[in-house]
């Protein structure tokens, strides 16, 4: 198994700190908001860039976990329109609660510590501007798109010496089991970004997947030379979204959601099958050192 060389590696330049939660709080079934206080971490964060968090004194979960920036703020409840992105403090995280980690981050309160390494990753930097911007999240890979929203419709600017990006037109497309999945959507909407959801079992939005509402979107055929995919969620639905940006011709990129356990490229638990361009055989690639960021023609998905 082999690697390329990165320019640089996330972890030279990322932060290891105690940071102190503000809230935690349940937005959705099973769904946790958490906010961390975090300047150092907070004023670095770029779209599509995660951090390793763990629980202090604790032996079991030993290893940290990733989670993706879902956004960053200056104040409590100020998300910093305006202000520099220096100025942020705070960084919010959106977890579901499935394992060992997310059962017991579901009980931490306001005032406690939690043990935070980032940004990591390579974020969504390399998506090009597009005249539309389309935001396929699964499940709860919408965690990882809000900030890219926010920061392509021009209301924000992220990272260290950031400039605010020129407007463009943004889209979500979510797809979840059910309607009582989804959280956070307000969040969406408020940003100005226009929301179109699918539940499968019909609760609410389409009745199907998101292939369904991207199907469904008006003029995406007229305009697919102006449109460009940025997906999160489950890998199977992920590929999907692949294949059907491919056969429209519209670039897509895509935020892996690999395993990690140590976030700067030592294990390789979080390797994905890559090429360097779309015709080469695939190799092997570290989800959290080369991504977890992804041009989707790149990815050799499973059959």
Known sequence: MTTTPTASCFADTAEYLSARVVFNRAIAERTFRIRLECPAIAAAAAPGQFAMLRLPDRADPLLARPLAFYDTFCGIDDACPEGPAAARRYADFVYLVHGKFTTALEHVGPGDEIVVWGPLGNGFAGVPHAGHLVL???????????????????????GAGAARAAPQRVTLCWGARTAAMFGGVDDFRAAGIDVHL???????????????????????????????VACCGPEGMMAAVSRWAAARRIGCHVSLEAPMACGIGICFTCVARVRDTPDEPWDYRRTCVEGPIFDATRIAWEA
Request: aromatic letters at 2%; zero cysteines.
């Open 198 to 228: 699918a539940t499968l079992d019909g609760s609410t939005g389409r009745r199907g997947t998101v292939v369904d509402l991207l199907d469904a979107l008006p003029g995406i055929e007229a305009s697919a030379r102006t449109t460009h």
């Open 136 to 158: 396929v999240a699964g499940g709860i890979g919408q965690t990882a798109l809000l900030a890219l929203g926010r920061e392509r419709l021009g209301g924000a600017a992220y």
